[in-house]
């Protein structure tokens, strides 16, 4: 009855699957504010070729560079868990598996993509990388792509996460990059929302602002974004192909996957190399989990809307919020964004997946159950997955059935202890997001046609 399922390096994946390839209804096309596709050239402003490439492609099987695998090697594959104590502690009859992205030198799943990201500027000839950060995770992941790729990298880090985790904003330092609390007097769409918000706590549309402006300011630097393209869910499917393998080893095969969903990258990682057999006929549920104050695929709309605040982004087809949306300052800052995947939200659109909210208290309250049982101490990010998969275990209790429920244990917690700390000591709240302000939010999407 094994507990860690460790997949020889020599079978780390040697291509990203690409999900676009088995969809029944394809990602509507980006358009620009004329309301027409935007030509994969105009992305060239911002982003390599091949990464535009990667964007628009339709093959199922892309190949991974090999100096991409070898830096992947530093800690792929990642170990796959069976969850004995959490079941004991459960008392269900359901098996429970986690892939644990937390090994990685930044502690969670984004250098899969960062690596990826890192290279191909390396190889266009950039020499900076600007981009932005939610909770921290993606900031100092491209910083550590930056310093093995010989990059300089600036980071616009939300300025709600900037305060609550300064460790995060240490760590990029540590790796050479520069870290700035969004919005900043920096650029002109930054300047802009601090005159009509002189105390925004930030947002990542903010930051997107800013980091894209400057990008496209100029020539040697380019744009890397941590989720919601389809270029980075691609490089994230290394975990779900992994997770097949190890699950295969054990002769398991899971009924139930379920991942944090903010843009999508996380859930699409792992979920998407099961889609294929879903496709195929497996029944096999794909549950993205959101908070409850960021609710964008249960409570937004399939949209065409900018993935940025100040508009310089296309407009993307997407579950939701308004590109304006102001979440509160709940610790899983990954997950405040306002929209998901064009590709997450068509599978969505089309019922092929599943969404669910869960209240910040019980993330955080399923934090400390697995913490307690396993040992890790989780970022709240990742305790979306956990207290959706509690529900499941639990639900698998009272019926007596025996699932197999596999997460991603995305990230761990220990730059989030002051969140913990304020969990621990009551001070946190649960936040549903009013309807009227969603409404009135939803009110500004741009007029397509």
Not at 109 to 115: D, E, F, L, S
Not at 330 to 341: F, K, P, T, V, W
Not at 375 to 396: D, L, M, Q
Not at 405 to 415: E, I, R
Request: net charge negative; charged share 20%; proline share 8%.
């Amino acid at each position: 009855m094994s507990t860690k399922i460790y997949l020889p390096e020599a079978e780390m994946p040697t291509h990203w699957y690409n999900i676009v390839a088995d969809m029944p209804n394809k990602p509507a096309p980006y358009l620009g504010p004329d309301g027409k596709p935007v030509p994969p050239e105009a992305m060239l402003a911002i982003f390599p070729e091949t990464l535009v490439m990667q964007e628009v492609s339709s093959e199922r099987w892309i190949p991974i560079p090999e100096p991409v695998r070898e830096a992947l090697t530093m800690w792929r594959p990642s170990p796959l868990y069976r969850a004995h104590r959490l079941e004991k502690l459960l008392n269900t009859p359901a098996k429970i598996y986690y892939k644990n992205e937390a090994v990685s030198p930044a502690g969670s799943h984004k250098p899969n993509t960062a690596v990826a990201q890192a290279y191909y500027n390396k190889q266009a000839g950039i020499k900076r990388l600007a981009t932005e950060t939610g909770a921290g995770q993606w900031g100092s992941s491209l910083a550590l792509a930056g310093q093995m790729f010989g990059l300089d990298v600036r980071v616009y880090m939300v300025k709600v996460s900037y305060q609550q985790k300064p460790y995060r904003r240490s760590m990029m330092q540590a790796w050479g990059a520069e870290v700035f609390a969004s919005p900043t007097d920096m650029t002109e769409s930054g300047r802009r929302i601090l005159a009509e918000h002189p105390d925004s706590e930030g947002s990542l549309g903010i930051a997107i602002s800013e980091a894209v402006e400057e990008a496209a300011s100029r020539a040697d630097t380019n744009y890397a974004l941590g989720s919601v393209l389809n270029h980075v869910l691609l490089h994230q499917t290394i975990i779900g192909q992994e997770a097949r393998k190890q699950l295969e080893m054990v002769g398991d095969y899971p009924d139930m996957i379920f991942a944090p969903c903010g843009g999508g990258s996380n859930f699409g990682g792992i979920a998407f190399p099961f889609f294929a057999d879903k496709a195929a006929g497996k029944d096999v549920q794909l549950v993205a989990v959101e908070p409850t104050s960021c609710p964008t695929l249960t409570k937004g709309v399939f949209a065409y809307d900018y993935g940025d605040v100040a508009g310089y982004t296309p407009l993307m087809k997407m579950f939701t919020l308004g590109h304006d949306f102001m979440p509160p300052g709940i610790h899983a800052g990954g997950l405040r964004y306002h929209g998901d995947s064009t590709l997450v939200s068509q599978l969505y659109k089309d019922g092929l997946v599943d969404a669910l909210a869960v209240p910040q208290l019980e993330t955080f309250a399923a934090g400390i159950a697995f913490s307690k049982s396993e040992g890790i101490i989780p970022a709240p990010e990742s305790c979306h997955a956990i207290a959706a998969v509690i529900r499941a275990a639990k639900e698998c209790a009272q019926s007596g059935e025996s699932k197999t429920l596999l997460f991603n244990l995305s990230g761990h917690g220990h730059f989030d202890m002051s969140a913990y700390d304020r969990y621990l000591k009551g001070e946190l709240t649960d936040f549903d997001y009013p309807e009227e302000a969603i409404r009135e939010s939803l009110a500004h999407l741009p007029k397509i046609g």
